[in-house]
């Protein structure tokens, strides 16, 4: 099974500042990584697949990166909806299909 | 528009059968794969399986000996069932829409129902 660890845990920062999150996976997984958005009581939302291409409808703002086993979304100009929660995704090796722990990005 | 509602007891008795039902709208149930993810906690996401209109299924090898996907093409719904529930099972369980010939790419997800699994 493929894990995925995801840094940092938790990233602080403000409205308008730029974000940078990290996925590393235990083995190569091809460009087969995706990211999606989780907020308390909405469906999460699939923000990039195929680790840099943007689903439909997700702003230019947002920008995935990486191949083989190191992975980044950058948030470029942080918006207020923006604060949530990232997780990232495998699907070269499944099953199982896997998942980070995520990363909280919070309201400095 | 994709909209998936899961609905379901919010609480199951520990070594009994935890049952959710999502009912598809906007979309043909035979132009997606199906699947479940589901959340404990304050954990990370972790992938149940998928079903796919034929019937085909794939489940999670950790799962796989109590998980049953089903499908209902004439209701546009599809189903869980889990088997033999422990408080482990408590988690926020969503149902999900991915693009025909990705199955392992989620496009499309319910909001999520919380289930406890408590005597």
């Known amino acids: 099974e493929i894990v995925l660890t995801q840094s940092p845990a938790t990233l602080s920062l403000s409205p308008g500042e730029r974000a940078t999150l990290s996925c590393r996976a235990s083995q190569s997984v091809s460009s087969y990584l995706a990211w999606y958005q989780l907020k308390p009581g909405q469906a999460p939302r699939l923000l990039i697949y195929d680790a840099s291409n943007r689903a439909t409808g997700i702003p230019a703002r947002f920008t995935g990166s990486g191949s083989g086993t190191d992975f980044t979304l950058t948030i470029s100009s942080l918006e207020p909806e923006d604060f949530a929660v990232y997780y990232c995704q495998q699907r070269d090796n499944w099953p199982p299909v896997t998942f980070g722990q995520g990363t909280r990005l919070e309201i400095k | 528009q994709v909209q998936l509602q899961e609905s379901g007891p919010g609480l199951v008795k520990p070594s009994e059968t935890l049952s959710l039902t999502c009912t598809v709208s906007?979309?043909?149930?035979?132009?997606?794969?199906w699947t479940w993810i589901r959340q404990p906690p304050g954990k990370g996401l972790e992938w149940i399986g998928y079903?796919?209109?034929?019937?085909?299924?794939n489940y999670n090898p950790s799962l796989k000996s109590r998980v049953t996907i089903l499908v209902d093409t004439s209701r546009n719904q599809f189903s869980l069932k889990l088997t033999s529930v422990t408080a482990a099972d408590t988690a926020v369980y969503y149902c999900?829409?991915?693009?025909?010939?990705?199955?392992?790419?989620?496009?499309?997800w319910g909001r999520g129902t919380l289930v406890t699994v408590s005597s």
């Open positions: 079903i796919y209109y034929s019937g085909s299924t």
């Open positions: 906007g979309a043909s149930i035979s132009s997606y794969y």
């Open positions: 999900v829409a991915s693009r025909a010939g990705i199955a392992t790419l989620f496009d499309h």
